[in-house]
């Protein structure tokens, strides 16, 4: 994947909602979107993979700590089309972050740090970013 846009110094408190607005190519095979502290401590690694790594139409999420990788959890759900525009939503708390996709389906994912504060994404694959909204 190529390395595309990074935020820092967001300062996206618990219970406040960071919402991005794309388009995905036609072309696309995954995308990566990541939430955190820093690029070594991501809260949310957010990765929809049309057909990558031996997944078709899952999306995987995990979270990094000090480096490290946690484990893996897998969602079926897989609202994504090739060619379209998309907008999702990510709203955290102390203990889960909630992730709004296309047509409201909704999953959380845990927060496993207990992060308080978001100040770090990064986009990166097949991703083009329009917009980011923090509210």
Known sequence: MSCGMVCNNMGVKAGKRVGVKGEIPASAK??????????????LHFNPRFDAHGD???IVCNSKDKGEWGAEQ?????????GSHVEIFFTHDPSNLTITLPNNHQFKFPNRSGLQVIDFLNAEGDFIIKSVQLE
């Not at 995954?30 to 809260?43: E, Q, T």
């Not at 897998?74 to 090739?82: D, G, I, K, L, T």
């Open 56 to 58: 078709v139409k899952t």
């Open 74 to 82: 897998r969602e079926s759900a897989f609202p994504f089309q090739e």
């Open 30 to 43: 995954s995308f990566v979107l990541n939430l955190g502290k820093d690029p070594a401590n991501i809260v």
